[in-house]
């Protein structure tokens, strides 16, 4: 049976059912469901939120901000990390703080983030032969050093982790709106607000600083009457560092290993285009492997005015004011509209045309970071003498029961190790 079949013999009584019925595709076959819908219903209403599937819709819901707003991550942002930026569009505060973030987000910075994550994971993966828990040894840890060491957010590990996973779930994964999670995310935004609080003081009490990393620079820059970066604003905007890389750059990093574990044919394109002196190609052949298993398939979006979705197609559907709207980027990259042969693994499509950091408007903050750290920490691994999966469950993905990898067991070089 496909995805629509189950869903529409679920009763329309039983919403509950019908969302799990929803959840579970995003969690297994998220391929097969969105093709089922993009062929029959592009535009789909269910009980929490409408999902739209073809590319060319997903695109323009993403670059009007002003018609699909963000507004619903204040729920979980405002009472974590104060006022911010993602939760606000064509305002003020997103024009004039975005602003600022990108003037202390360097793209000279570059080479010296690719270095530290390929230096971290170097680390973690020693010797000719060996086995490690990839999730914490290098998805976690490469972010996990770019925070502390380039955005210059120094608390301790155990905090930044714990920290990083309760507002990354409110945020982006909180698919119910689960009370307890936002609870959780409320209370370690507190938690980091009160740590930084003194930090930064210490820092604010100093002569100009070293502008060698990102919060040194932020506060440097607050001490500009021009830049009008009072030390409210300042504490959510460091906040905001943490919140949008940890999580999200593991599990990229984590899931494209896999999908090169999975297929001996890309295993071996990447391994020998990781030998290759420029990064160009072998960063092409990540970007490519993660649209196979993306970060996330879905960004969501509420509807400020009365619009149709789809005008002029037979699929034209007219969603409400204050809608939620599902623009899901992972079928996007499957509609062969905006990827040609989506099925066949290719290296020579535009970079413009992954969706993987976000499109428009409110594409990812440190986006030219990510696009370095991520294919440097995989390079690393795959190059390693005989990758392989850990034998038994333990070579493959687990999640625990969560939003997040959390355990993914590889073993490199001799018989067995």
């Not at 052949?285 to 002029?312: C, H, K, S, W, Y």
């Amino acid at each position: 049976m496909t995805f629509l079949s189950e869903y529409d013999a679920i009763a329309a009584d039983q919403p509950q059912l019908r969302i799990a019925h929803i959840v579970k595709h995003l969690r297994g076959d998220w391929r097969g469901m969105y093709e089922d819908l993009r062929a029959k219903r592009a535009v789909f209403e269910t009980p929490v939120f409408t999902m739209v599937t073809r590319a060319t819709d997903v695109l323009d819901v993403l670059s009007q901000p002003r018609l699909f707003s963000v507004r619903a991550n204040s729920v979980s942002m405002d009472p974590s990390v104060g006022p911010f930026m993602l939760a606000r569009d064509e305002t003020a505060i997103n024009w004039h703080e975005k602003g600022l973030m990108q003037a202390v987000l360097r793209w000279d910075d570059i080479p010296k983030v690719r270095a530290l994550a390929g230096d971290v994971t170097a680390a973690a993966l020693r010797g000719e032969a060996g086995e490690a828990d990839l999730v914490p040894a290098v998805g976690r840890r490469v972010p996990l050093k770019i925070v502390q060491d380039y955005f210059g957010f120094a608390a301790p590990d155990e905090k930044v982790l714990a920290w990083s996973f309760a507002t990354q779930h409110a945020m982006f994964r909180n698919l119910t709106n689960d009370p307890e999670v936002i609870k959780r995310c409320v209370e370690a935004g507190r938690e980091m607000r009160a740590w930084l609080w003194p930090f930064l003081a210490e820092k604010w009490a100093a002569a100009p600083l070293d502008d060698s990393d990102v919060v040194s620079r932020i506060i440097n820059l607050s001490r500009t009457p021009a830049a009008a970066f009072d030390p409210e604003r300042v504490v959510s905007n460091v906040c905001g560092l943490l919140v949008g890389t940890i999580e999200t750059m593991s599990q990229a990093i984590v899931q494209v290993v896999d999908q090169f574990l999975a297929d001996p044919t890309r295993l071996a394109q990447a391994r020998e285009a990781a030998q290759a002196e420029n990064s160009t190609h072998f960063d092409a052949i990540v970007f490519e492997a993660l649209r196979f298993n993306p970060i996330t398939t879905i960004q969501f979006r509420v509807a400020e005015a009365d619009r149709e979705i789809g005008t002029g197609t037979p699929y034209a559907h007219s969603v409400k004011a204050g809608t939620l709207i599902a623009a899901c980027t992972g079928s996007a990259m499957f509609d062969p509209d905006l990827m040609p042969s989506p099925g066949d693994f290719r290296t020579d499509r535009p970079a413009s045309s992954y969706l993987h950091l976000g499109f428009g408007h409110h594409v990812c903050l440190g986006k030219h970071l990510g696009l370095v750290a991520i294919p440097e920490a995989v390079r690393q691994a795959v190059l390693k003498p005989d990758l392989r999966r850990k034998a038994g469950a333990g070579g493959h993905i687990d999640f625990a029961g969560g939003p997040f990898p959390e355990h993914f067991q590889v073993e490199w070089g001799g018989a067995s190790c």
